[in-house]
């Protein structure tokens, strides 16, 4: 699990790689259990799912605070 204030204290820019790293792990869980049906560690997929959640609030937030 990542802790906010860890990605809170990273680059918009190692935030961006964060995510698109997270979405490939994601999307490489959901192959494998497409293809076996059912996952070793069925979990990883909940909380990969959820960490990358938490990486692109962080980035909203940064987004919206150079706004304004």
């Known amino acids: 699990m990542l802790d906010l204030k860890e990605i809170r204290s990273q680059a918009s820019e ?3 790689a964060q995510i ?3 979405a490939k792990e994601i999307y ?7 293809l076996n ?3 070793d560690k069925p ?3 909940r909380s ?3 960490d990358r959640a938490r ?11 150079a706004q304004g």
């Open 28 to 34: 490489n869980l959901e192959n494998e259990l497409r």
């Open 55 to 65: 990486l692109m609030l962080v980035l909203h937030e940064k987004k919206l605070e």
């Open 20 to 22: 698109k790293e997270m």
């Open 14 to 16: 190692a935030i961006q």
């Open 43 to 45: 979990h990883l997929l």
């Open 48 to 50: 990969k799912k959820k």
């Open 37 to 39: 049906r059912k996952l």
